[in-house]
Structure formats: structure tokens, C-alpha cells
């Protein structure tokens, strides 16, 4: 049997881990990213939920304090804005908020789809934190997620995007109350929405070829 990569192991610890701390906070009726933004010491939940994901995922855990050898470190990492800020985001390819209420698999339901926000790196930290309050106050679609630091190689060029999500593609007047709203927090600019089935098909917008659904 082959051995297992520890820094592969270490990724996939890490968004594990962070996943679960974000539930975890949630539960509690917190989010993390206003801990952080606001500089709240959440240290005592932090080593909670740590216990937990190493009492569940013994080897994940391990190969984390492989990679950063002690717990204070992730903890003075994600208090220093990884996960929460994009450009200080580097063991994950994204950061994801759903709206309340809605279930975390709801973004792969073929019926899904997205409005597709490309920025600039040095704007990505002010458009991300404005789509996601907007989505924490249900304001928005189901879901949203954007491209972090950490290097891609799928990504095509240096932009980084932000995905809104919405329930139905076919709801046209929802997917377009939702277009509304972007334009509201400053997105003017025509951008495109395309759905799932098309991503789940793995199309991608290339010369010649279009793949958005709509376009406002």
C-alpha cells in the first residue's frame, strides 16, 4: 500500500478542521469571521473543536501539527485573517458562506447556479467582504464562495472570482432580484451567471464558445 503524502493529509485536515470550527461557532450562534474582524479571543472554542476533529480524524490531526507543530499557530494564522480574508487565505482555494438556513449542499444541486464576479486581487478583500454580509443577512442567493492566495492551477489568470449562488436557475426573477442586489453593493459591470449542469459537464467559456446562461 502506498504511503500517504503528510502535506496532501495536511490539506485535507486542514479545510476539514476549518469547516468544523465554522460549524462549530455557528452552533454557538457565532461567526468566525466576526471573532476575527473584530479581534475577539475565541481561543477556549478553538481548542474544543480541535480536540473534537482530532478525537474524530486522528491522522488528519496529526499531519496538521506535522505541518505547523503546535495549535497556536493555526490559531494565531486564522486570527491574523486565513480563512476569513482572501489575500491572507493560503491552505484553502476558497472561502465559502452560505446564507442562514440554507444546507451546505444546496451550491450542488444540479437546479443551482451562479453569478460569476471576477476582481482583481487587490480589490477581491473589499468585494468579498460586501457579497458576504449581504449573504449572512439573506439578502442574496443560497451561497457564495471566492478564490483565495493559495495557488491554483485551474485558474487561468491572476483574477480572482467570487461565485453567488442561487437556488434555481430557472426562477428567472430570483436569479435577476439577485443580480439587482450586486448591482446595489457596486457590481455594475455586466457579468454572467451559469449553471451547475454546465459545470457539472465540465464547460468552460473559451473562443467561440459561450457558456453563461444569463448575462446582466
Known amino acids: 500500500m502506498a504511503e500517504v503524502d503528510p502535506e496532501a493529509l495536511a490539506d485535507v485536515g486542514y ?39 482530532a478525537a474524530e480524524y486522528p491522522q488528519l490531526a496529526g499531519a496538521l501539527i506535522g505541518r505547523f507543530e503546535e495549535m497556536d499557530t493555526i490559531y494565531g494564522m486564522i486570527r491574523a485573517g486565513e480563512g476569513v480574508i482572501p489575500s491572507k487565505t493560503t491552505q484553502m482555494y476558497w472561502i465559502v458562506q452560505d446564507a442562514p438556513d440554507s444546507p451546505p449542499e444546496a451550491i450542488e444541486d444540479e437546479n443551482a447556479g451562479k453569478w460569476l464576479i471576477f476582481q482583481e486581487p487587490d480589490q477581491v478583500d473589499v468585494s468579498w467582504k460586501k457579497v458576504r454580509d449581504a ?24 483574477r480572482k472570482v467570487i461565485y453567488v449562488y442561487t437556488k434555481d436557475w430557472a426562477d428567472e426573477a430570483d436569479v435577476m432580484r439577485v443580480r439587482q442586489k450586486l448591482k446595489d453593493l457596486g457590481f455594475v459591470d455586466r457579468i454572467g451567471y451559469k449553471r451547475n449542469i454546465e459545470t457539472f459537464a465540465g464547460e468552460y467559456a473559451k473562443k467561440g464558445k459561450r457558456v453563461t446562461y444569463y448575462s446582466a
Open 15 to 53: 479545510g476539514i478542521f476549518e469547516h468544523l470550527l465554522n460549524k462549530g461557532l455557528r452552533a454557538q450562534g457565532k461567526y468566525l469571521y466576526a471573532l476575527v474582524e473584530q479581534g475577539v479571543n475565541f481561543n477556549p472554542e478553538f481548542e474544543v473543536i480541535f480536540g473534537q476533529f
Open 135 to 158: 449573504t449572512v443577512e439573506g439578502t442574496l442567493g443560497i451561497s457564495t464562495k471566492v478564490s483565495t492566495a493559495k495557488p491554483n492551477p485551474e485558474s487561468r489568470d491572476n
